[in-house]
């Protein structure tokens, strides 16, 4: 089956730094990561996916780069604020194999100092 | 629209109890699955349903029991408590799209349950 590996497991930035988690996948058929944001005491959420039919996606101050060459996948957080503590999933998706299994990796707790 | 709402929020089980974790969406989602969240592990599938009738095994299925009766309602059985089951469990659901993109729908959780096996 397919197995997700997220780097690193604890990263800290001074607010208004950015911040840039990393993720490998070993399938190939592998065509959709998702990242969730799960704050302290509550579920997790989607902040932004991106599919294999692009290389990179953005979203305000949160960007997704994807390298399918390499399989692994990144997530930019710039100009990081107080809000944005809590740890980030990333997740990898076999779709199109007839397995629906949603993969994820074992998270990074980002702390964000003011 | 209320999402996937999850019963009981906390729960406390003896070794060898049973019970049942309840998990209801109301946004005509097709898949619903379970996943337990344990630190440092991430979220780990238990079992998956992709409609009515339909369920499969996920990554740690074992010691778990799924249905699927109905689209809103998919409830989590636990037939013989084990401290190993000691986790937190979120139910979540998604839309099942169609083409190529028929499964690579965000998943909506809900809010969890913590459970404690002594």
């Known amino acids: 089956g397919e197995n997700v590996e997220q780097h690193p497991s604890t990263l800290s930035v001074q607010e208004g730094d950015s911040a840039v988690i990393k993720c490998t996948y070993s399938?190939?058929?592998?065509?959709?990561f998702p990242w969730y944001k799960q704050e302290l005491g509550k579920r997790p959420q989607l902040i932004i996916d991106?599919?294999?039919?692009?290389g990179e996606k953005k979203d305000q101050r949160i960007a997704v780069t994807l390298n399918k060459t390499a399989k692994h996948f990144s997530l930019h957080i710039t100009e990081t604020q107080p809000e944005d503590s809590a740890v980030y999933f990333c997740?990898?998706?076999?779709?199109?194999?007839?397995?629906?299994?949603?993969?994820f990796g074992k998270g990074t707790k980002l702390s964000v100092i003011p | 629209n209320a999402g996937v709402t999850q019963t009981p929020k906390f729960q406390v089980l003896k070794t060898g109890q049973s019970m049942t974790l309840q998990c209801a969406q109301d946004m005509n989602h097709e898949y619903m699955s379970w996943y337990r969240q344990d630190p440092g592990m991430g979220l780990r599938l238990i079992h998956y349903?992709?409609?009515?009738?339909?369920?499969d095994q996920g990554e740690v299925p074992n010691g778990y029991n799924v249905s699927r009766s109905t689209t809103e309602d998919f409830p989590l059985r636990l037939l013989s408590a084990a401290p190993s089951q000691t986790s937190v469990y979120f139910c979540?659901?998604?839309?099942?799209?169609?083409?190529?993109?028929?499964?690579?729908?965000?998943?909506?959780f809900g809010n969890g349950t913590r459970l404690t096996v002594t």
């Open positions: 997740a990898a998706s076999i779709d199109g194999a007839g397995s629906y299994q949603l993969t």
């Open positions: 991106i599919r294999s039919n692009v």
């Open positions: 349903s992709v409609g009515a009738g339909i369920t």
């Open positions: 399938d190939s058929a592998s065509n959709y």
């Open positions: 979540a659901s998604s839309y099942v799209g169609t083409g190529e993109w028929a499964y690579n729908s965000p998943l909506h």
